[in-house]
Structure formats: structure tokens, C-alpha cells
């Protein structure tokens, strides 16, 4: 079975543009996971969704930022203006539930840099 | 203060040395305790998660101090492909149900 896709693996962007980020979450998965990666703030959540419903945005920086899940197959995050300090690796990651048995699943996460 | 802390390393340990990590947290209604493993520019992976008694899986073995709130990591024989970042992370179920996560300590093993 495939794992979680992400696309693109890598984006450069000049300041001011739309971004967009894809994933694609495992199969079954009712929990899809938004996260941020920086050396300074480690990974951050962004805002996660259950069964394709937003359930907690909260750490979602700013309006720049906006996440969707049209079907359970699909999500995407985009950044609209970007700036350089968006540049991080943004990872999705899916699982089947949560509890205490607990396992998040990622995908290879998109490396993005604001110039 | 953060809600878990890691000390961030780097431990350079020769191969076949053990070696332990620590990780708190301050939020004492914390449910499920795990540690991943990620490797340099890849995601992370669940290594093992952390029960009350203790858990062991091979090489590693997990503690948890609940009184102390703190947990732990024990790697025994290390091998270099042990050589990643260790990621601590807590789970509460009150927190709407979020993983909060370490910033990661970093472990080199060298021949």
C-alpha cells in the first residue's frame, strides 16, 4: 500500500506568490495532520482534520495561511502571499484514529524556500 | 517553558556504547507518551511508544516516570545506523487530542 504523497518535494518561490502543497493521505485514514518543521521550532501542528472536517486551526499562523480537505483523498495547504520566513520543510501525515494507541503516519514532506 | 523538553545533543557515541535520553513534559494529565525516529531530511517515524511498566524492543528500551514526568530512552549496542534524531512526543487527550512534540535530541554513532 502506498504511503502518504506529497507534492511537490521541493518549491522555490519569490516572495508574494501563492504557494500550494498537496497530500494525498493513506487509504482508511480518518486523520489527516498539517505540520511545519524548523530547526528553531522543531515540528509544529498547523491544523488537522477528521473525516475531512477541520478540527483544530489553532496553529495555523496567520490568514496567509489556508488548509482544505475536499474528499478523504486529498488536502492541500496553501500560502498566499508566502514570505521568506515560510521557508521550512511542511509535512502531512494521516492515521487511522487517535488514542492511546497511536501511530502518525508521514509523508516525505515538501522543502520550501521564500526568496 | 516548552510543554516537552529535549536536551538537542548532539551525544557522539562510538558503536556498540549505550546510550539514554531524557525527555519532560509539564502537562502532568498526559495521557500516551511515544518517541520517533527521524533520519536527516526524511520524515518521522514511530519507533516504539512508552507504556507505564516499561517497554522494550530489542536494543531500546522505553521508561516512563509519571511522579517525575519524564521519559526515557535507552539504546543499548548501538549500531551507526542507529545515527538519527529522536523525537519525544506526548499525547493528551484533553489538548483536542493533539501530539505535542520534542524538538528532538541528536545521536551520532560513530565507528
Known amino acids: 500500500d502506498a504511503g502518504v504523497i506529497q507534492s511537490p518535494r521541493h518549491e522555490v518561490t519569490e516572495m508574494g506568490q501563492e504557494v500550494t502543497l498537496r497530500c494525498k493521505p493513506i487509504s482508511g485514514h480518518d486523520y489527516l495532520f498539517w505540520y511545519r518543521q524548523t530547526m528553531m521550532r522543531g515540528l509544529e501542528l498547523l491544523i488537522y482534520f477528521n473525516n475531512n472536517v477541520p478540527i483544530d486551526d489553532s496553529g495555523m499562523p496567520e490568514d496567509r495561511f489556508s488548509a482544505k480537505m475536499p474528499n478523504a483523498s486529498f488536502s492541500t495547504l496553501k500560502i498566499q502571499p508566502s514570505e521568506p520566513r515560510d521557508s521550512a520543510v511542511y509535512f502531512c501525515a494521516s492515521s487511522p484514529r487517535t488514542g492511546v494507541s497511536y501511530e502518525q503516519y508521514f509523508g516525505p514532506g515538501t522543502r520550501l524556500t521564500v526568496t | 517553558r516548552k510543554e516537552v523538553e529535549q536536551d538537542p545533543g548532539p551525544f557522539n557515541v562510538p558503536e556498540g556504547a549505550t546510550v539514554a535520553f531524557n525527555c519532560t513534559y509539564s502537562?502532568?494529565?498526559?495521557?500516551?507518551f511515544f518517541w520517533y525516529r527521524q533520519d536527516c531530511r526524511k520524515e518521522p517515524k514511530l519507533l516504539m511508544s512508552v507504556y507505564s511498566s516499561g517497554n522494550e524492543d530489542g536494543r531500546f528500551t522505553a521508561q516512563l516516570n509519571r511522579a517525575s514526568q519524564y521519559i526515557s530512552l535507552l539504546i543499548r549496542d548501538s549500531k551507526l545506523s542507529d545515527s538519527a534524531t529522536y523525537l519525544c512526543v506526548v499525547f493528551n487527550a484533553g489538548n483536542n487530542r493533539k501530539l505535542i512534540w520534542g524538538l528532538g535530541t541528536s545521536l551520532a554513532v560513530n565507528p
Open positions: 502537562n502532568s494529565a498526559s495521557q500516551s
